[in-house]
């Protein structure tokens, strides 16, 4: 907890500086006191840090490098497991403040509409198993139904020679092509 109240502080005095005034007493004499917290208020600033330094993680990672629409599914499903496990206390959450998990709850409520129309687009699927980093390791990993990942592949794939892989027939060769020109 000493770490947080140090990132406190130094949050403090950047905004005003060493000589804040952060409180008053009711003789309006002045001080640059930190106010103090108990160690219930502690604990809750360490459990909001222990968040939003996830969030930060996943921020960075897709900061690092360029956008790239296949890194959306492991974003999408590292915040899913966030909010959910937050929101039901489980995890490494059990002990989480319940206004906190309650705060997650609500995220996750407000979460649910971008996840639900990025799992029923095909298009991120689709970029995901094309990444030669990924292919569907990610996706069958994630899932708990090993069959649903597996349909999931399938139809992806299904869907990729329906669309993309003409025949060799179909494939112009040059001299067809100068022959239709000529």
């Not at 160690?39 to 930060?56: A, V």
């Not at 489980?90 to 309650?102: N, V």
């Not at 639900?116 to 970029?127: A, G, L, N, Q, R």
């Amino acid at each position: 907890m000493e770490n947080i109240y140090k990132h406190y502080q130094s949050f403090a005095f950047s905004l005003f500086g060493s000589t804040a005034v952060l409180k008053g007493d009711k003789n309006g004499s002045k001080s640059t006191d930190i106010p103090s917290f108990t160690d219930s208020d502690w604990q809750r600033l360490s459990q909001i840090h222990r968040i939003l330094t996830k969030f930060n993680e996943l921020t960075l990672f897709v900061s690092k490098r360029r956008p790239q629409i296949s890194l959306a599914i492991p974003v999408y499903y590292g915040l899913y497991d966030l909010l959910s496990e937050g929101s039901e206390l489980q995890g490494s959450f059990k002990e989480l403040d319940p206004d906190i998990a309650s705060a997650l709850k609500e995220g996750l409520k407000k979460y649910m509409k971008y996840y639900t129309f990025m799992d029923e687009s095909e298009i991120y699927y689709t970029v995901l198993i094309l990444d030669p980093r990924v292919k569907g390791d990610l996706i069958l990993k994630e899932l708990e139904d090993k069959e649903a990942g597996n349909l999931i592949l399938q139809a992806t794939h299904d869907s990729l020679h329906q669309k993309y892989l003409p025949t060799r027939s179909e494939l112009p060769t040059p001299c067809r092509y100068f022959a239709d020109i000529v």
